[in-house]
């Protein structure tokens, strides 16, 4: 199945979501969430409490109809008392070049007389807004009101000249609009690689219920052809398609995963391999506090001697919580073998330096505990390097816990203390993110890895790795969350 079709047909028009079909352009499918078919890229949920507020959404992919589901309501920031917002937001992964297309268009069904939908891609940062403040933004409007008939699908359209990054972070709305300053229009770069799609309700209270089916760009011209989807879907027809027996749990796909014949590379002494950094099987980036108004920064370099990762910066207070942040280096998909054999995590360092720093922690996963805050994801531990030269930072996976302090890092409760907390089979057959963190305490700090493995593994069955993250891991540009 090819996800690029032609558009031969009107369709419904909305409000002032106006686009004039050109019949015989090209369009080029974005995402879609078909029955039997992986969505093209991962995508997860962000929420206001990352900037102190309470409103809750989530979004899920129903099978059966081939539909993805985003839900919540969007209620008051209690410091700001105005609207936040609830998102669901892809990362990374390939975007072909839309710079010949006209609009984007949304096959969606609002169940709700919700009013602040909004779409957003990219990461474009105007000089002139807050750090936070990326990507280029436009309202429409999918209410149930809207359609003329309240069960059915409907086409939304998005023209590119609707979108613009200068806009309001508290509500979303256009503060100059691309018909105003050509300034604020999505340049060709951008829409060359998206680099993201989000989409949003924001800046109006009231419970959100929206259905999508598709996301495309359309009129867009001949020549444009999403070559690595279309090399993908053929080998996912093959018989030596190495995923065609695993189990589909609607992640993404990988466009990139350099070890990508799904088997796990068994050191040795047994150990089992989860990254060297002398030929990085995954794409590492930094992710700091700027995302929730901070001012903490960090930069992630590869290849240092032909050998080394280095993670170096500093974590510094975020103003409005008058409280030290963090910093990450990072990478969320691509392949993470098997290690639920394994007892321990295992850091190859080397510091350079006399480390003083006492904030370092490790996370892996993205389990979301019952009783947390719907941003607090993960299994997290600390760890302290000792002294200077190389050395390995042993960590066992039951110092790992997913009951820890939002503002600190440290851990509440402790696998140790409570088994409920401990790291479960699943995340550990399938990591999908990993992270090495500086948290909750101020300062400067760098690291150089040589290595990330999991050690004293058990091996009595073929140890073949059987998972692979379907997260898109194209991270060709640093991407804020």
Known sequence: MTMIALLLFSSIILDNNINVVVEGKKTVNLESFKKGVRPIHTWFEVNDPVMGGVSIGTFTIREEDGVGIFSGEVKDVPRLSSPGFIAVRTRGGYYPDLSSCQSIRLMVRGTTPYTGYRVSFGVAHPSSTLTFERGFKASFNASMESRTVAEEFQYVYIPFDQFSNNWDPKTGDHIVSCSQNKTFCPDEAALQNLQRLEIMAEGVLGKVHLEVKSIDAIDCDDDVVDIMLENFMEQQKGEDAPWKDLDY??????????????????????????????????????????????QSVSKVEMGRNNKFGVFDGEVKDVPSLSAPGFIKMETRGGYFPDVSSCKALRLRLR???PDKYEGWFVTFGTH???????YIRGFKAHFQPDGVGRQDVIIPFDQFSDNWDPLTGKVLVSCLEDPKYCADTATLRDMTIFSIMGEGVNGDLRLEIESIDAIQCSHNTDAKGRTFSFFANTFNNFVLW
Do not use: C, T, Y
């Open 368 to 374: 979301h505990r019952a009783d947390a805050q719907p």
């Open 249 to 294: 749990v609607g992640k993404g796909i990988s466009h990139g995963a350099k070890n990508n014949n799904n088997k796990a590379i068994i050191l040795e002494n047994g150990d089992i391999r989860i990254e060297s950094f002398d030929n990085p099987q995954n794409d590492w980036f930094p992710l700091n506090d700027p995302v929730m108004g901070g």
């Open 351 to 353: 510091m350079i330096l």
